[in-house]
C-alpha cells in the first residue's frame, strides 16, 4: 500500500509541476492524509475517493467527479460549503438527511426496543462481528439515505471506533459522500458497585449526573465535564450529544427531574451555558476535531408537567403555568445556550418537547406538541430569538398512538392527523430533522402535500434550508475532512487516568450533607457497621418489561469492607448504614382506577407511606384526548402508596434496633422527597444524584469532605407540592429538621456545619 501511495504522489508530483504539500500514510481500515498547515483527512482505500491537490494541498474526491468541488474544499466556511452541497442533494436525499435514527445498540441485542440481526439472524446466531453494520443500518443507510444515528449500548470503546470506520467507509462509496453524524445521550453515569481506579481505562470516565454536577453550584466544573466527555464522545465517534436537558425542575414530581439542573433559573443557566461551551469549544475556543455538537432540550422547558404526569405517554401530554411563568422555563435557552462564551456562539441543535405547552400560542391558538407548533418554533425560537441552528424532534412525534398509557408514538394535539400530515405539519412549523424514524417515504409523502399546496419551487427552497442547517452541524466538527478513527488511540484515550479522576473528585462534590446530629459524621474506620438489606417491590418500566422483586445489598460490601468491618448484626454494630432510594411514588395514571369506574388519574406521591390528595386541584388545568371521553384530569381524594414504602420502614426499623447507636441514611435522589416519615430516625442523612459507593465511603470516613448544596427545595409535606405551580421554581415551604436546618435551595453542611459561602450568595 505505501508503495501505492508513493507512485501516485510521484504522479502528483508530475502532473501539478510542484510538489505536493501533504504526506499519506497507511492506517489500516483508513489513508491518512496530513497537509502542510491545513487539516488532516482520512479516507477509505476501497471507497473510490480519490485525492485532487490544488497549489499542493490535498482535498478528498467525494462526489468522485475528478474536479475540486465547493462543498470538498476545507479552506471554505461550513455556510459557503453546506450551500452548495444542499444545491445538489436530491428530495430523497435531502429527506435522508432529515432522519435520525431510533436508538441502535453495538451490537444489536436479539429482541426489543433495541433488537436488530445480522443476514436475517440473531446476533449470537449470525457469527457477525461486533462491530458489523446490522441489517436495518444497512438498509437506512442506503435506501434511506439516513446519515444520523442514535447510538446506545457499546461493547467497548474499539469497538465503537471499529463500527464508526465500517460505517462511514459504508457511506463514503455512496452518492455525494456525506459522512454519518453518530449522536448519543448522555452516558456518563457512574456504576455505584464499581470501584474507583484511576489506572483502569477501557470505560467512559464516571461522573454524576448532571442535576448532581449542579449539586456543586459550579459551572466550571460542568465545563470540565463537557471538555472531557466530548474527546471521549470523539474517541468513540460521537460528534453530537443529545444533551444537555435543560428544562427547569419547577416541577417536583416528574420523572425526568434526575435529568435537570435543578430548580432555580439563574444556576441552570449558568450551568446549560458551560456544559455547551464545554462540549462545543474545541481546543482553539471554536469549532474543530474535538468539538461535540450539542442538542439542547427541551424547548421551550419540558418541567412545568400537570401533577408531575411525563409527555412521553399522552396521559402527560400537557404542560402548564399556573404561574404564567414560560419565561423562567425559557431563560436557561435564551440567557444560557443560546449566549456561548466560546466563539461557537450558539448550541448548534434544540430538540422540543413531547408537550403540549397549554395556553401559550397566542397567535394561532393551537394547543398540540411543542414539535407541531408554528408559533413556539418559527414565531418564538426562529423569529423573536434569531435561533438559525437544526431543530429536531424528540424521538417517535409522527407515530400512531393507541392508548394514553402506552408506550408508542407520541403525537400530541394531532392525533388525528396521518403520518405523513404529522411530518408536514412539523416541516411547516420550522423544524428541520424527525427524531426516531429510519423511513423517508413520510418525509417524501410531506413534500409533495407541499409541492401540491405551494408549489415545488417552495418546498424545494424549504427542504434546502434545512438541509443547510443540518449540513452546517457535520462540516463544523470535521467529518467531512475525516470522520475514521485510530482503534490504539480510542482505547488509551476513552476512561484514561486522568479523565477517571476528574470525573471521581465530582463525585465527591456532588453529595449533599444534609443532617449531622450531634456531629456523627465523619466516622473513624475500622468500626463495625451494619448494613441491612434492601427490598426492592416487582415493577414494570417503561417498555413493558417487568422486574421481579428481590432483596439486594445497597452497597458493594467488599468495598465499604476497606473502610470499616461489616456486621450481620445490629447488635454488633457500632453504627448502621441504611442505603435507600427516593420515594417512587408512581406515573400519576392507573388503568385499575379507569376499570373501577374513575379517570385512570392518580396522584404522583414524593413520601413513601400512603398518600390522599386532600389538596389536589378539583379541576384539572388541561385535559382532553381524542383517546379519552372526558376532559377532566383531577386525582383529588385519590390515594397512591409508594412503591418502596419499605425503604422508609427499613430506616425506622433500624433505629429502632440500633437504640442510641448512630443511624446513618444515604439516599439515592431522583426527586424531591418528603423527610418527615423517618427523618427523626437518621442521625447523619447523605444525598446524591448518582455516584459510586466509594465516593461515599470517602465521605462518610472524612476521607473527603462534603461540599454540596440542594439545587432544589425539599418539601414540608405533600400539601405544599400540591399547592405549588408547576412552572415556578422555589415556591415549596421547605421542610425543617429535628436540628432545625431547612432542607431549602442551596442549602447543605460540611464538617463545620452549613455551608455559607460565595456560591450560596450568588445563587440563593
Not at 340 to 365: C, N, R
Not at 625 to 637: G, H, I, N, T, V
Request: hydrophobic share 35%.
Amino acid at each position: 500500500m505505501r508503495i501505492t501511495l508513493s507512485i501516485w504522489s510521484i504522479i502528483i508530483l508530475i502532473f501539478t509541476g510542484c510538489g505536493p504539500k501533504y504526506s499519506l500514510e497507511d492506517k489500516g481500515s483508513f489513508t491518512l492524509v496530513k497537509n502542510e498547515n491545513g487539516v488532516d483527512l482520512g479516507y477509505s482505500p476501497l471507497s473510490g475517493v480519490t485525492i485532487l491537490t490544488q497549489n499542493g494541498l490535498a482535498f478528498k474526491d467525494l462526489n468522485k467527479n475528478g474536479s475540486l468541488d465547493a462543498y470538498e474544499d476545507w479552506r471554505l466556511s461550513a455556510d459557503q460549503r453546506a450551500g452548495d452541497l444542499a444545491g445538489r442533494m436530491s428530495v430523497e436525499e435531502i429527506a435522508g438527511l432529515m432522519l435520525y435514527s431510533a436508538h441502535q445498540a453495538i451490537p444489536a441485542v436479539s429482541g426489543g426496543y433495541f433488537g436488530g440481526t445480522y443476514e436475517g439472524k440473531p446476533f449470537e446466531e449470525s457469527g457477525a462481528s461486533p462491530s458489523d453494520l446490522n441489517d436495518a443500518q444497512l438498509k437506512f443507510l442506503t435506501e434511506d439515505h439516513l446519515r444520523h444515528v442514535l447510538i446506545t449500548s457499546v461493547r467497548s470503546p474499539g469497538i465503537a471506533a471499529e463500527w464508526n470506520n465500517k460505517a462511514q467507509a459504508y457511506v463514503e462509496k455512496m452518492g455525494l459522500g456525506i459522512p454519518v453524524n453518530t449522536s448519543s445521550d448522555p452516558r456518563h453515569g457512574a456504576d455505584s458497585y464499581a470501584e474507583f481506579n484511576a489506572g483502569a481505562g477501557g470505560d467512559i470516565s464516571k461522573w454524576p449526573g448532571t442535576l448532581g454536577i449542579a449539586a456543586s453550584f459550579d459551572p466550571g466544573l460542568m465545563k470540565k465535564f463537557g471538555e472531557i466527555a466530548s474527546k471521549e464522545y470523539r474517541a468513540l465517534g460521537i460528534a453530537t450529544a443529545l444533551s444537555p436537558q435543560i428544562d427547569l425542575g419547577t416541577e417536583p414530581r416528574w420523572s425526568r427531574f434526575d435529568g435537570t439542573m435543578g430548580e432555580d433559573p439563574d444556576l441552570a443557566t449558568d450551568l446549560a451555558r458551560a456544559y455547551v461551551d464545554g462540549f462545543q469549544s474545541s481546543d482553539n475556543g471554536g469549532w474543530g476535531f474535538q468539538s461535540v455538537n450539542a442538542m439542547v432540550k427541551h424547548w421551550p422547558g419540558g418541567g412545568p408537567e400537570e401533577g408531575g404526569r411525563d409527555g412521553h405517554f399522552g396521559y402527560g401530554a400537557y404542560a402548564v403555568y399556573p404561574g404564567g411563568n414560560l419565561k423562567d422555563q425559557m431563560k436557561p435557552f435564551v440567557e444560557g445556550v443560546f449566549k456561548l462564551e466560546g466563539e461557537t456562539g450558539m448550541a448548534s441543535a434544540v430538540m422540543p418537547y413531547y408537550t403540549i405547552s397549554y395556553g401559550q400560542d397566542t397567535k394561532y391558538k393551537e394547543n398540540v406538541g411543542n414539535g407541531f407548533s408554528k408559533y413556539l418554533i418559527t414565531d418564538v425560537l426562529r423569529g423573536e430569538y434569531g435561533y438559525d441552528g437544526v431543530i429536531c424532534t424528540d424521538w417517535g412525534i409522527t407515530r400512531d398512538a393507541s392508548s394514553v398509557d402506552l408506550f408508542e408514538g407520541k403525537p400530541w394535539g394531532v392525533e388525528e392527523l396521518t403520518v405523513a400530515e404529522r411530518h408536514y405539519k412539523v416541516i411547516l412549523a420550522g423544524v428541520d430533522q424527525f427524531g426516531g424514524n429510519n423511513d423517508k417515504g413520510p418525509v417524501l409523502e410531506a413534500y409533495a402535500m407541499g409541492v401540491s399546496e405551494y408549489g415545488e419551487e417552495f418546498m424545494r427552497k424549504r427542504f434546502e434550508e434545512s438541509a443547510v442547517r443540518l449540513l452546517k452541524n457535520i462540516f463544523r466538527v470535521g467529518l467531512f475532512e475525516n470522520p475514521y478513527l485510530e482503534v490504539d488511540a480510542t482505547e488509551k484515550l476513552v476512561g484514561n487516568p486522568e479523565f477517571m479522576k476528574e470525573g471521581y473528585q465530582a463525585q465527591l462534590r456532588s453529595v449533599v450533607l444534609l443532617k449531622n446530629h450531634k456531629k456523627v459524621l465523619p466516622i473513624k474506620k475500622k468500626q463495625r457497621v451494619y448494613i441491612p438489606r434492601r427490598y426492592i417491590a416487582p415493577s414494570t418500566n417503561w417498555f413493558g418489561v417487568q422486574q421481579p422483586e428481590r432483596t439486594v445489598d445497597p452497597f458493594n460490601l467488599e468495598l465499604v469492607g476497606n473502610y470499616f468491618e461489616v456486621v450481620d448484626t445490629p447488635e454488633k454494630a457500632d453504627f448502621a448504614l441504611v442505603g435507600i432510594e427516593s420515594p417512587k411514588g408512581g406515573v400519576g395514571y392507573d388503568r385499575s382506577d379507569l376499570a373501577n369506574g374513575g379517570n385512570g388519574y392518580v396522584p404522583i406521591s414524593l413520601q413513601y407511606g400512603p398518600y390522599t390528595a386532600l389538596e389536589a386541584r378539583t379541576e384539572s388545568l388541561a385535559g382532553g384526548s381524542p383517546l379519552e371521553d372526558f376532559a377532566d384530569r383531577s386525582y383529588k381524594d385519590k390515594e397512591f402508596t409508594s412503591y418502596n414504602i419499605s425503604d422508609m420502614v427499613m430506616v425506622n426499623k433500624t433505629k429502632e434496633e440500633m437504640g442510641d447507636k448512630p443511624v446513618i441514611v444515604v439516599i439515592n435522589v431522583s426527586n424531591p422527597l418528603v423527610f418527615s416519615e423517618f427523618e427523626k430516625s437518621a442521625d447523619g442523612i447523605l444525598v446524591h444524584m448518582g455516584v459510586q459507593d466509594q465516593a461515599l465511603m470517602d465521605l462518610i470516613s472524612g476521607v473527603a469532605e462534603p461540599s454540596g448544596l440542594l439545587p432544589f427545595q425539599m418539601p414540608a409535606d405533600m400539601a405544599t407540592v400540591e399547592r405549588q405551580f408547576e412552572d415556578v421554581p422555589r415556591d415549596m415551604e421547605p421542610y425543617t429538621d429535628h436540628d432545625g436546618n431547612q432542607y431549602d435551595f442551596a442549602f447543605g453542611l460540611n464538617w463545620q456545619g452549613i455551608i455559607a459561602d460565595d456560591r450560596v450568595a450568588k445563587y440563593k
